[in-house]
């Protein structure tokens, strides 16, 4: 079987180019001569290989991430092309987990019976991903985690400009930081639940959490009964004006007792569409997607999901 693996020598601020030194021996002696390794040189560069090898069916019958959440999401990308078309789904992507999260690898693992077995005899799954746009925007964006609206997408950009990055620790501490800053914002969430009913929620919200998987941040479960292929997207809801409530029950979430939380809402859902009068950062699989911006009066985002058709090792 012939193999590509995708490292990120950047990931986890260039350890996981030492670790995967410490692994490769054994991945030839399990997998044989059948694998080749290619590094990214920039941002986006994982996308541009994943991309370039489906449409010159170059013989591979796997492509390997080795890598964290962001490579993932790169390589996700990289099976669309430019006019959003899936472009092979007989070429499943599987995940050597080296990055700072591990937050789609948990659920991954979760989900699988054996996922080391599953990589070697290359068994895969059709499995659900997600689409969001802004503004009725043609630019669509997937994500095959979570993507939220509100408080998490301002963490991550507290995040990217910060020199502490590392873990669990770090995650925690910048959603604090801006939570203690954040002010929630009015807005109007419609959307179609899981049978087909239209519903909306009028409220402050402090973060939407739409998730196709379970957890992000470092092992936050915000969707801990969230299932890959069910054709749903899972909405944890955070909103009200109190925000020390949701500090001091921190601890639950990442237990998966996300129920227990105050203020914290659970939906199943089709599509969503969040409408707002003031500005909203968006993210999706942790890259922030170009935050709105403060002198921009009303807009909308839309969710929906794609079901059952993204190859993916499991």
């Not at 499995?127 to 979570?146: A, K, L, M, P, T």
């Not at 996300?258 to 500005?279: C, L, N, W």
């Not at 911006?293 to 993916?312: A, D, H, M, N, T």
Request: charged content about 25%.
């Amino acid at each position: 079987m012939k193999r590509l693996i995708i490292l990120n020598p950047q990931s986890r601020h260039g350890k996981a180019a030492r670790d995967f030194a410490k692994i490769l021996p054994g991945l030839q002696k399990r997998f044989g001569e059948g694998i080749e390794v290619r590094e990214t040189n920039a941002a986006g560069h994982a996308t541009e290989i994943v991309r370039t090898t489906l449409l010159e069916d170059a013989g591979y019958q796997q492509i390997i991430v080795a890598g964290g959440d962001g490579t993932i999401h790169e390589a996700v990308s990289g099976y669309f092309d430019k006019n959003g078309a899936i472009i092979r789904q007989d070429i499943p992507l599987g995940i050597i987990d080296l990055g700072t999260g591990g937050d789609f690898f948990r659920t991954i693992t979760e989900l699988s019976d054996d996922y080391n077995s599953a990589i070697d005899a290359n068994s895969f799954s059709l499995i659900d991903y997600g689409e969001v746009s802004r503004n009725n925007e043609d630019q669509i964006h997937r994500f095959i985690n979570i993507s939220s609206v509100g408080l998490a997408s301002e963490m991550l950009e507290s995040l990217n400009r910060s020199s502490f990055q590392s873990g669990a620790a770090a995650y925690f501490f910048h959603t604090l930081k801006s939570l203690f800053h954040y002010k929630p914002k009015q807005v109007k969430i419609e959307y179609i639940d899981a049978n087909g009913d239209a519903q909306s929620i009028s409220t402050d919200l402090i973060t939407l959490f739409v998730c196709n998987g379970r957890c992000n941040g470092g092992g936050m479960q915000w969707a801990p009964n969230a299932e890959l292929s069910n054709g749903l997207l899972e909405l944890t809801l955070l909103s009200g004006k109190k925000k020390l409530p949701l500090v001091m029950s921190s601890s639950k979430i990442y237990k998966g007792r996300i129920s227990e939380v105050p203020g914290a809402i659970q939906m199943q859902a089709r599509e969503v569409t969040v409408k707002f009068h003031q500005g909203l950062r968006l993210d999706a699989d942790g890259e922030i997607i170009s935050p709105v911006k403060e002198e921009v009066k009303e807009g909308s985002i839309r969710f929906s999901v794609c079901e059952r058709k993204f190859p993916l090792v499991m």
